[in-house]
């Protein structure tokens, strides 16, 4: 078993940072992939962000490419992901995911790609 613990959400004005943390217990960290999700009310959980176990591949969500940027500290046990730029519509309750890998692999875009999850860390970006 994993377990996720997100912090760092928050109320910010449109144009802004935050910072999202995710720390992780229960297993190796290194050998697991790790993601951002993110749910708005009424819409599907969508992908945003991961990077592979060894921190040298990472995926964007087009929508968050060149503002957004997913890090890992393996020696930390922790993934954070610096949200810049902020827009309204970036609102939402933000999840961090965690899957088993190999070889540095990053898993599908798809939450089913993922065995853990975190409760979730609130971001709203006011406009």
């Known amino acids: 078993q994993v377990q996720l613990v997100e912090s760092g959400g928050g109320l910010v004005q449109a144009g802004g940072s935050l910072r999202l943390s995710c720390a992780a217990s229960?297993?190796?960290?290194?050998?697991?992939?790790m993601g951002w999700f993110r749910q708005s009310p009424g819409k599907e959980r969508e992908f945003v962000t991961a990077v592979s176990g060894n921190g040298i591949s990472t995926d964007y969500a087009d929508s968050v490419k060149g503002r957004f940027t997913i890090s890992r500290d393996n020696a930390k046990n922790t993934v954070s992901l610096q949200m810049n730029t902020l827009k309204p519509e970036d609102t939402a309750v933000y999840y961090c995911a965690a899957t088993r890998t190999w070889n540095g692999i990053i898993p599908g875009r798809g939450k089913t790609s993922y065995a853990y999850w975190g409760q979730g860390t609130q971001v709203t970006v006011s406009s």
């Open positions: 229960g297993r190796t960290f290194s050998n697991y992939a």
